[in-house]
């Protein structure tokens, strides 16, 4: 199921990274705002912390975000980052997915 879930997010950040390509857009910084709690809201019921960890705002390409969160230097030793995917359904930002796949340096060349 784990290498299932790794599938799912390479295959979902490899369209992304696709998408942006075509069709790359600025969000707001309200926007960003949003995008940024909902990833948030996500990583925690992963059982994450939001103390333990900082977010940024990668990309967004239509309805389609991606945020990667790192580990505060306190807590290098202890966790490690991951990539986090969220769609927009009516209206609000919502986590699809979340994992350590592909570093953002290999989909974003």
Not at 86 to 109: A, D, H, P, R, Y
Request: net charge positive; hydrophobic share 40%; glycine share 8%.
């Amino acid at each position: 199921m784990k290498s299932l879930s790794r599938v799912i997010l390479v295959v979902c950040l490899i369209l992304l990274w696709g998408m942006s390509v075509v069709m790359a857009q600025a969000p707001s910084d309200q926007e960003i705002k949003q995008i940024l709690t909902a990833a948030k809201k996500y990583a925690k019921s992963y059982g994450g912390t939001e103390d333990k960890f900082e977010f940024k705002f990668i990309k967004k390409v239509n309805d389609y975000a991606l945020v990667q969160d790192y580990p505060k230097a306190q807590y290098a030793h202890q966790a490690e980052g991951a990539s986090i995917i969220l769609k927009k359904i009516n209206g609000k930002w919502v986590g699809q997915n979340m994992g350590t796949g592909l570093e953002e340096e290999e989909l974003f060349k």
